[in-house]
Antibody, heavy 123, light 110 residues
Framework: QVTLKESGPVLVKPTETLTLTCTVS??????????VSWIRQPPGKALEWLAH???????SYSTSLKSRLTISKDTSKSQVVLTMTNMDPVDTATYYC???????????????WGQGTLVTVSS | QSALTQPASVSGSPGQSITISCTGT?????????VSWYQQHPGKAPKLMIY???NRPSGVSNRFSGSKSGNTASLTISGLQAEDEADYYC??????????FGGGTKLTVL
């Protein structure tokens, strides 16, 4: 059974750095056919893709947020970590991690999602 | 990378069919067959409904179908049911090796 679960602080202050962890089960982060993305959704607003990490440790970032984001993984712990620096109230959102799976030549995008974690940025 | 363009809202009566459009550019929707659609009920995580333009994951009703023409992808829901009322988002892989979502469409079943 595939599951993803986000964890991290509920509240961060402006200018602080946010660190979120996505713990996965039911698949391996070393599997060449798997990758994990972070996606966020401000209250009442649309989804926004943030970053992705592939099994070979290659990374991809949102062009608008690239300077503030770092994604990494610890395969032995089955965890993907996202850090976002210089947090601002506009970064208040539910943060999700989601899996991408490659099946033969097909890319199955975001087939499993975590439950999401709401992060509020406020002093 | 700009968000893909979706109508803010669509509506239909039970049993009818509706279509939600998702317009991008040749650098995303038009350039790749990596368009996906997600259904999101209030307070819940999104659920994958369509991947690679027209493929349905196991367990998704065949009332959901996807297509693409040029820079615009579409999601069609036939035989509308009350449980289909939700927000729907499209996404696409892009030439920048990123992914981009649409602004979301609220489906109301009248």
């Amino acid at each position: 059974q595939v599951t993803l679960k986000e964890s991290g602080p509920v509240l961060v202050k402006p200018t602080e750095t946010l660190t979120l962890t996505c713990t996965v089960s039911g698949f391996s982060l070393s599997n060449a056919r798997m990758g994990v993305s972070w996606i966020r959704q401000p209250p009442g607003k649309a989804l926004e893709w943030l970053a992705h990490i592939f099994s070979n440790d290659e990374k991809s970032y949102s062009t608008s947020l690239k300077s503030r984001l770092t994604i990494s993984k610890d395969t032995s712990k089955s965890q993907v970590v996202l850090t976002m620096t210089n947090m601002d109230p506009v970064d208040t959102a539910t943060y999700y991690c989601a899996r991408i799976r490659w099946e033969d030549t097909a890319m199955v995008t975001f087939d499993y999602w975590g439950q999401g974690t709401l992060v509020t940025v406020s002093s | 990378q700009s968000a893909l363009t979706q109508p803010a809202s669509v509506s239909g009566s039970p049993g009818q069919s509706i279509t939600i459009s998702c317009t991008g550019t040749s650098s995303d929707v038009g350039g790749y067959n990596y368009v996906s659609w997600y259904q999101q009920h209030p307070g819940k995580a999104p659920k994958l409904m369509i991947y690679e333009v027209s493929n349905r994951p196991s367990g998704v009703s065949n009332r959901f179908s996807g297509s693409k023409s040029g820079n615009t992808a579409s999601l069609t829901i036939s035989g509308l049911q009350a449980e289909d009322e939700a927000d729907y988002y499209c996404s696409s892989y892009t030439s920048s090796s990123c992914w981009v979502f649409g602004g979301g469409t609220k489906l109301t079943v009248l």
